[in-house]
Nanobody, 124 residues
Framework: QVQLIESGGGLVQAGGSLRLSCAAS????????MGWFRQAPGKEREFVAG????????YYADSVKGRFTISRDNAKNTVYLQLNSLKPEDTAVYYC?????????????????WGQGTQVTVSS
């Protein structure tokens, strides 16, 4: 069992930055690929970024490539998402998720554990 708790969301102006954190419980964090997803009102949850168990491989949605960076610190059981050059269309609840696979899957069904989400609001 893995419990995930996100933090770091908030209200920011367009062009600004935020850093999201996702702290995981348990001693098996390093065996899970990790992903970040987001869900805007009235829309389906979508993949944003993912990382392999070691953190060496990283994957991004085209809409965030070059602006967002995913990283992880296995010693701290934490995965991060740095959000730069934010746009109003980035407004959503952001979720971290754990998978027993690589972290390159864009399918929500491939992830076994989810956090409760953190709100990111970008004003124009």
């Amino acid at each position: 069992q893995v419990q995930l708790i996100e933090s770091g969301g908030g209200l920011v102006q367009a062009g600004g930055s935020l850093r999201l954190s996702c702290a995981a419980s348990g001693r098996t964090f390093s065996t899970y690929g990790m992903g970040w997803f987001r869900q805007a009102p009235g829309k389906e949850r979508e993949f944003v970024a993912g990382t392999s168990q070691s953190g060496m491989s990283r994957y991004y949605a085209d809409s965030v490539k070059g602006r967002f960076t995913i990283s992880r610190d296995n010693a701290k059981n934490t995965v991060y998402l740095q959000l730069n050059s934010l746009k109003p269309e980035d407004t959503a609840v952001y979720y971290c998720a754990a998978t027993q696979n690589d972290g390159n899957s864009r399918l929500t069904g491939d992830y076994n554990y989810w956090g409760q989400g953190t709100q990111v609001t970008v004003s124009s």
